[in-house]
């Protein structure tokens, strides 16, 4: 088993829209053949776990899965289904517990709305 780390961001700087999908996938070792979970912390509009399976498709991997903290309800574009799911929450901009706004409140104990 291997754990590695791709960096995707559509959330840019003071926008709670998202933007244009950035992947960096600098530190992805081969997966050729590889049976991959892929871990995301909120699935929104489900773009970039769309476009984030896809690429690694491409890459040549046997299978993906996929597992969410929280499942945003509402706000779901792209048909995709997480494999696991920790939470289903309302539409509304989420921070804390690593989830930032402008690269604030990342570090809140808890989970909770930006109003």
């Known amino acids: 088993m291997r754990i590695c780390f791709v960096r995707a961001s559509s959330y840019r700087g003071e926008t709670t829209v998202p933007g244009d999908l950035n992947i960096d996938s600098s530190m992805l070792p081969d997966i050729q053949g590889r049976n991959i979970l892929l871990v995301d912390d909120i699935l929104d509009s489900g773009h970039t776990l769309s476009k984030l399976s896809t690429y690694l498709k ?3 991997c046997k ?5 969410v903290l929280l499942r945003k309800i509402g706000r779901q574009e792209h048909p995709i289904e997480p494999d696991y799911c920790g939470f289903e929450i309302p539409d509304k901009f989420v921070v804390g ?11 809140l104990p808890f989970i909770g709305d930006l109003s």
């Open 58 to 60: 491409e890459k040549g």
């Open 63 to 67: 299978t993906i899965r996929t597992a």
């Open 97 to 107: 517990y690593g989830l930032d706004y402008n690269d604030e409140y990342r570090n």
